[in-house]
């Protein structure tokens, strides 16, 4: 007789790089121009939760099957899409130096009482990391390292240091992590150049 998959199963989780929570939200590019989006469905959201080491293995079975669970995971792909936008109001606000508003901090506190709470430590590749339930059912659950990062960095000491791309076109977050905090760019190999390039080209159209 073959058992049906567990709704929940148990993940050990590294503690989240402070940055996850803003490279989350930078998911959508040029959000100033012509926004252009990595996620376009579930399945792009799983790669990229893999590639920053989420575990996912608990929604293998909704990403296929029966219409409803094809329901739930369209519904879970909204709500994180939904939280990335919460995380990037956030971090826009303090990037900006403005209060950030109260229904984004309410926002994120839901999802934060809906994620597994790191509660016990276990190993995990040689390292100790979250021993935490992973309900294969939830947007909160996937992204629970996301939204982790997202509070540390909000009560931690740093928030000073998170910085928006000052192309406008451009709008991704960054983590500002030179000396005297001078910082500007997402990438000097990027925007930085291509101001640059457009100073350049000015100086040189001027009589």
């Not at 993940?11 to 376009?40: M, Q, Y």
């Not at 606000?93 to 508003?101: F, G, M, N, T």
Request: proline share 5%; hydrophobic share 40%.
């Amino acid at each position: 007789m073959t058992r049906a998959p567990k709704e929940n199963q148990l993940s050990v989780v590294i503690a989240p790089r402070r940055e996850l929570c803003l490279d989350f939200a930078n998911t959508l590019a040029w959000r100033g121009s012509e926004p252009d989006e990595s996620l376009h469905n579930f399945a792009d959201l799983r790669a990229w939760c893999e590639s920053n080491g989420l575990p996912s293995d608990a929604f293998d079975q909704h990403n296929r099957g029966s219409p409803k669970q094809r329901e739930q995971v369209a519904a879970i792909f909204r709500r994180a899409i939904e939280l990335r936008e919460t995380v990037y109001r956030l971090f826009y606000a303090i990037a900006q130096r403005r209060p950030v508003e109260d229904r984004d901090i309410a926002a994120l506190n839901i999802a934060l009482q809906r994620a597994p709470a790191r509660v016990v430590l276990a190993h995990a590749n040689q390292r100790l990391g979250w021993c935490i339930e992973q309900d294969g059912r939830s947007a909160g659950a996937l992204l629970a390292p996301v939204l982790w990062s997202a509070a540390d960095l909000l009560v931690g000491p740093d928030t000073a240091r998170v910085r928006h791309c000052s192309n406008d076109k451009c709008g991704w977050l960054f983590f500002d992590e030179s000396k005297n905090r001078s910082r500007r760019w997402c990438s000097m190999q990027a925007c930085g150049n291509r101001a640059k390039a457009r100073r350049h080209y000015l100086r040189n159209k001027a009589p």
